[in-house]
């Protein structure tokens, strides 16, 4: 007969699951969704594919920074968030940066 101290309770196992839960969604980075670029008619399109859910654009005129929202509300189009921008004027970086 096993004695009872070594039979694991319910409370003792739920537990040890959640910890592991914690542990594997600590080890998993979330890592932004490529941003990708077109031009059409005379615009920039700025793209990201729908599971982007969670990002937002940011933009700076140096790689160095410093960064901060765009400002602009994407469409919906062909399955990825658009982001329309007039083509011209001085140097601008994106990126996506998860909330």
Same mark, same amino acid.
């Given at each position: ?34 941003? /990708? ?27 160095? /920074? ?21 083509? /011209?004027? /001085? ?9």
């Amino acid at each position: 007969m096993i004695p009872n101290e070594s039979i694991p309770t319910r409370r003792s196992l739920l537990s040890r699951l959640k910890s592991w839960d914690n542990e594997m969604v600590a080890s998993c980075p979330l890592e932004a969704p490529e941003l /990708g670029i077109s031009r059409e008619q005379g615009q920039l399109v700025l793209m990201a594919p729908l599971h982007a859910v969670g990002f937002h654009l940011m933009t700076a005129e140096s790689l160095n /920074g410093p960064w901060q929202d765009a400002g602009m509300t994407p469409t919906v189009m062909n399955d990825h968030f658009c982001w329309a921008l007039q083509a /011209g004027g /001085g140097a601008k970086f994106f990126r996506l940066q998860s909330r």
